[in-house]
Structures are given as structure tokens and as C-alpha cells.
């Protein structure tokens, strides 16, 4: 049977943690409800909670422990398969070959591989020859791997109308076409575009490549909001709200 409504001075109080417990944590407070005394005291019903809480403590470290597990395995499948010079990490080729299979054979671009070191290691380098990524940087390597490939088709789209000179890559020129169609015909002035390269470019070659298109758009999005709150917050200053220009303004 469930609890009893909550009634002010009438019979036993349903605790107010229920609301939120999960329904094996309820039937567990049920439990201790019809086996503790007439009122359900205090007492028990904390000792009850504590039990809860210690059992969700150990439902995370069993959580924590197979997802630890898990990473282990993964990472000891990643090295046997494609650390070839047996050096314990990923090397420049052997991450492409890495990155390639998980793309069904297709072969990941230079800029594609050179892109996702930075991304899994999050430090820039002009050395990718000698560059790698260790086991620590494999799940950040296929998450941004997965997430771009995800993306790639509209990416392609995108450079198939602005890479007028299709060298697989955006000039200042080409980012500012882009950017400007995105910002409703206002082309973006020298000053905006390289804000955008020094925030996108995280390869460093001095253009946007295919997979650092996604991080151009989206800082270039950023800035346009910050813009248009400033813009609004300035109107706003100089005409506050229900004021006109020869007064108050009447709303109806």
C-alpha cells in the first residue's frame, strides 16, 4: 500500500525525499515505513536514506569501474591493431591508418589527421611529422573524428561554393564570402575575419581547412550575438524602455 497523504497533526508524514527517489528507492522507503514504529521517526527514516545514498554510491563506482575497464580495452585494441613501431602511442601515419578504418576506408586527409592531434592532444604544434597521441588522447581523437564525420557532407557542400579555387581549403577572402552570407549580406571587416582565423585556424596553416570549418562558423556565431546584444543594450540606454523621444512613451 502506498504511504499516507500528508496531513497536518493526522497520522504518520510522508518524507518529502520520495518525491524525487527513483521507484526501487520509494519501495525501499515503503519498506521501512510499515516495519518502523506507528509514526515513522525520524531516525529511521534518515537510516533509511543513508542506506539509499550509500547504494548509489556504489552503483557509481561500479559505473566508474567497467566505463575504467572498458577504456582499457579499448585502448589495448587501438594499440595491438595500430601501433605498428610498437612505441605505445599513435604516430602521424598510424593515425591515419586508425582514422581511416574507422571511416570504412576512406582516407582521412593530411589536414583531417593534422587536425585531430591537435584536437585529441589540445596542444598546437607545427611538428606533426613527429607528433603523436598517447592513450590518454585516443577517446578525445575518436570523438572528434566521429563528431566531423558527422558533419562532413554539408561541410563538402559548403566548400563546393566557396573554395573557388578548389584547394580543399578557405583564403581570408573566400572565409569573409562565407561569413558574410551568414551574417545576412554584412561582410565582416579585416579586424572580425582575423578574430576568426585566430580561433578556428588550430592546425595553423594559415587557411580553414574542411575540419575547422565547423569551429569558424560557430565562433563567427558567437561573435554575432555578442554584437547584436551590445547593439540592443546601447538602444536601450539611450532610449529606455516606455521612453520616446518627446517623453514617456503610453502603452496600451
Given at each position: 500500500?502506498?504511504?499516507?497523504?500528508?496531513?497536518?497533526?493526522?497520522?504518520?508524514?510522508?518524507?518529502?525525499?520520495?518525491?524525487?527517489?527513483?521507484?526501487?528507492?520509494?519501495?525501499?522507503?515503503?519498506?521501512?515505513?510499515?516495519?518502523?514504529?506507528?509514526?515513522?521517526?525520524?531516525?529511521?527514516?534518515?537510516?533509511?536514506?543513508?542506506?539509499?545514498?550509500?547504494?548509489?554510491?556504489?552503483?557509481?563506482?561500479?559505473?566508474?569501474?567497467?566505463?575504467?575497464?572498458?577504456?582499457?580495452?579499448?585502448?589495448?585494441?587501438?594499440?595491438?591493431?595500430?601501433?605498428?613501431?610498437?612505441?605505445?602511442?599513435?604516430?602521424?601515419?598510424?593515425?591515419?591508418?586508425?582514422?581511416?578504418?574507422?571511416?570504412?576506408?576512406?582516407?582521412?586527409?593530411?589536414?583531417?589527421?593534422?587536425?585531430?592531434?591537435?584536437?585529441?592532444?589540445?596542444?598546437?604544434?607545427?611538428?606533426?611529422?613527429?607528433?603523436?597521441?598517447?592513450?590518454?588522447?585516443?577517446?578525445?581523437?575518436?570523438?572528434?573524428?566521429?563528431?566531423?564525420?558527422?558533419?562532413?557532407?554539408?561541410?563538402?557542400?559548403?566548400?563546393?561554393k566557396y573554395d573557388l579555387?578548389?584547394?580543399?581549403?578557405?583564403?581570408?577572402?573566400?572565409?569573409?564570402?562565407?561569413?558574410?552570407?551568414?551574417?545576412?549580406?554584412?561582410?565582416?571587416?579585416?579586424?572580425?575575419?582575423?578574430?576568426?582565423?585566430?580561433?578556428?585556424?588550430?592546425?595553423?596553416?594559415?587557411?580553414?581547412?574542411?575540419?575547422?570549418l565547423a569551429k569558424a562558423?560557430?565562433?563567427?556565431?558567437?561573435?554575432?550575438?555578442?554584437?547584436?546584444?551590445?547593439?540592443?543594450?546601447?538602444?536601450?540606454?539611450?532610449?529606455?524602455r516606455g521612453m520616446c523621444?518627446?517623453?514617456?512613451?503610453?502603452?496600451?
Amino acid at each position: 500500500p502506498e504511504l499516507p497523504p500528508f496531513q497536518r497533526g493526522a497520522g504518520p508524514q510522508r518524507p518529502a525525499s520520495t518525491q524525487t527517489l527513483s521507484r526501487d528507492d520509494s519501495e525501499i522507503l515503503q519498506k521501512a515505513y510499515h516495519r518502523g514504529t506507528a509514526d515513522f521517526e525520524p531516525k529511521t527514516q534518515m537510516a533509511t536514506l543513508v542506506l539509499i545514498q550509500k547504494r548509489k554510491e556504489c552503483a557509481r563506482r561500479r559505473e566508474l569501474f567497467e566505463r575504467k575497464r572498458e577504456h582499457k580495452k579499448f585502448v589495448k585494441d587501438v594499440l595491438a591493431s595500430w601501433d605498428k613501431g610498437g612505441s605505445g602511442d599513435l604516430r602521424f601515419d598510424e593515425v591515419k591508418e586508425w582514422l581511416s578504418s574507422v571511416a570504412q576506408g576512406q582516407s582521412a586527409s593530411e589536414d583531417e589527421i593534422k587536425w585531430v592531434i591537435v584536437m585529441a592532444t589540445q596542444q598546437q604544434t607545427s611538428d606533426f611529422e613527429n607528433a603523436a597521441i598517447t592513450p590518454d588522447d585516443f577517446s578525445r581523437a575518436i570523438e572528434a573524428w566521429m563528431s566531423y564525420r558527422e558533419c562532413k557532407a554539408e561541410i563538402e557542400d559548403i566548400f563546393k561554393k566557396y573554395d573557388l579555387d578548389s584547394s580543399g581549403s578557405l583564403d581570408k577572402a573566400q572565409l569573409r564570402s562565407l561569413l558574410g552570407e551568414l551574417n545576412d549580406g554584412a561582410i565582416p571587416n579585416d579586424e572580425e575575419v582575423e578574430w576568426v582565423f585566430k580561433h578556428a585556424d588550430v592546425i595553423g596553416n594559415g587557411v580553414i581547412t574542411k575540419p575547422e570549418l565547423a569551429k569558424a562558423i560557430s565562433v563567427w556565431y558567437v561573435h554575432v550575438a555578442e554584437l547584436d546584444q551590445a547593439r540592443q543594450m546601447e538602444q536601450e540606454a539611450v532610449n529606455p524602455r516606455g521612453m520616446c523621444s518627446a517623453g514617456p512613451c503610453v502603452i496600451s
